[in-house]
């Protein structure tokens, strides 16, 4: 199982931060591959200077990364405080550089950009966790919650990630020591949580594939085509 979990708040103290390593905490005792990214401080350019039209590959080896990573990984972990109701400009640009068409969406042979896209990701769960120092009713009733409606609506769901869970912690900036550990019980608690059902998934469609191989490789030997004389063929659809 590949897990995917990205930063972006500048403060290394963030509760953001915080929240982001117990959940690798979490991930590494259910004993799984991660890969993380501190979007700041791995100095993430966020700017998509091709425009929509030729944004399927770039000179970028660490955004080629990022969309290998992205495309491969069965949970997708986010963390970012929010900023005006949005993620900070470089996640924005992680958003704009890797959610990729081809890659993370595309369309259908005989639809084109303007029709309906279908999503590419193997990825069908994310968790994102959220800080702000707007209460979470005002946030809501104010505002309407908008990292709501794009993580879970714009970005993940129009990229074929069914399941998003949000959590938004706030107020953070005032929070207690006591308040912020019993969130990161909590936090410990749904990325463990996520993580064994990400595994039982991609257990069963790893299964899935395998029965799928085995189907065509038994209606092969079946065949009188003459495929079925050269096993190597046979091999080849197996590996
Ligand atoms: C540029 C900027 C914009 C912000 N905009 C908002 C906002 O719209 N709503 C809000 O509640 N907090 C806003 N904040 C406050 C942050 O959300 C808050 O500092 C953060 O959630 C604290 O959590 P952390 O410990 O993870 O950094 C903003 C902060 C900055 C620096």
């Known amino acids: 199982m590949r897990l995917l979990i990205v930063i972006a ?7 953001s931060h915080a929240m982001a390593a117990t959940a690798k905490d979490a991930l590494l005792a259910a004993g799984s591959a991660i890969a993380l990214h501190d979007l700041y401080a791995e100095r993430f350019d966020p700017v998509q200077l091709t425009g929509e039209a030729a944004n399927t590959r770039s000179s970028d080896l660490l955004v080629e990364q990022h ?15 929010n900023w005006w109701g949005q993620p900070p400009a470089i996640m924005k640009g992680w958003i704009d550089r890797v959610f990729r068409l081809n890659t993370a969406y595309g369309y259908l042979v005989g639809v084109g950009p303007d029709g309906v896209p279908v999503g590419l990701l193997r990825a069908r769960q994310a968790l994102v ?17 908008p990292l709501d409606s794009l993580w879970k609506s714009c970005v993940f769901g129009l990229c074929g990630v069914t399941n998003v869970a949000r959590r938004m912690y706030a107020p953070a900036s005032g929070s207690s020591d006591q308040q912020r550990a019993s969130s990161l019980i909590v936090v410990n608690a749904l990325v463990a949580q996520a993580a064994q059902e990400a ?15 085995l189907h065509a490789r038994d209606h092969l030997l079946k065949c009188a085509c003459p495929c079925v004389a050269r096993p190597g063929r046979i091999g080849s659809l197996l590996h």
């Open 67 to 81: 969309c290998s990573e992205l495309a491969n990984a069965d949970l997708i972990l986010v963390f970012h405080p």
């Open 129 to 145: 966790f959220n800080t702000s120092n707007t209460p979470i009713e005002r946030e809501q009733s104010v505002f309407g919650d």
């Open 9 to 15: 708040n500048p403060n290394q103290s963030s509760f």
């Open 199 to 213: 595994l039982r998934k991609s257990h069963s469609s790893e299964q899935t594939i395998l029965k799928v191989t």
